[in-house]
C-alpha cells in the first residue's frame, strides 16, 4: 500500500512538474516574443524606404491589419491577460502604422489619395484609442469586433496573396519579416492557449499564422525557386 501511494505521489510530482514547466516555457516564449516584436518590421519598413517605393505590397492590407490590431490589442487588454501574452501587438501596431504611412508617402500620383491618406492617418489612432475606452466601446461591442476580425484579416490578406500570383512577384514584400511573423504566431498560439486566452483569439493566430506561412512560400518560389517569374495569364 505504501508504495503504491509513493507511485501516485511520484506521478502526482511528475504532472505538476510537467505543468510548472510548460507554464515557465509559455512565460519565456511570451516575453521573447514581445522583445523580437519591437524590430519585426523594421526589415519591411526598411525595404520600402530605401525603395523609396511600396510596390507588390497592398495598402488595404497594411490598413485592415492595423485596425485588427487596435481591436486585438484592446480585447487582450480589457479581458486582463498579462503583457507577456499581448505586449508584441501594441509594438507591430505601431510599425504596422508607420508601414501604412509609408504606403500613402511612396504612393504613384495614379494611386495617391489625399482624404485616403488623411483618414487612415487620423482614424486609425482615433480607433484605437475608441477601443481602450469602455465608455466609447462597450464589452459586447468589443467581443463582437474581435471575432469578426478573424475574417477581417483573411479577406485582407487573400488580396496580397492574390497580387503576388497575379504579378509572379512579391514586390517589397520582406521575407525576413513575414518568416518572423509565421515563426511568432506558431510561438503565440501555444502562449496564448497556456495564458487562458480565448478560442476566438487562438483562432486569429492560427489564420495569421496560415496566411503568412502562404506568403512566405510565395516569397521564397518568386524570388529565389522560381527562374523566370511572369504575370499569369500570358502565354508563350
Known sequence: MDAAFDVLAGVSEAVGLGRDLKAATSLVLGYAIVAASAALKVPQIVAIVQARSGEGLTRSMFEIETACYAVGLAYAMRSGLPFNAWGETAFVSVQNYLIVLLLHTFASKKDFSALRAVVMALGLPALALACQMPSVVGWGALEQAFSAQNMALLAARLPQVYANWAAGS???????????????????????????????????????????????????????????????????
Open 170 to 236: 512579391t514586390g517589397q514584400l520582406s521575407l525576413v519579416t513575414t518568416a518572423l511573423m509565421v515563426a511568432g504566431g506558431l510561438v503565440r498560439i501555444f502562449t496564448t492557449m497556456q495564458e487562458g486566452g480565448s478560442s476566438a483569439m487562438v483562432l486569429a493566430y492560427v489564420m495569421g499564422t496560415g496566411t503568412n506561412a502562404l506568403m512566405a512560400a510565395q516569397i521564397v518560389w518568386y524570388s529565389y525557386l522560381s527562374s523566370k517569374p511572369k504575370p499569369k495569364g500570358k502565354t508563350e
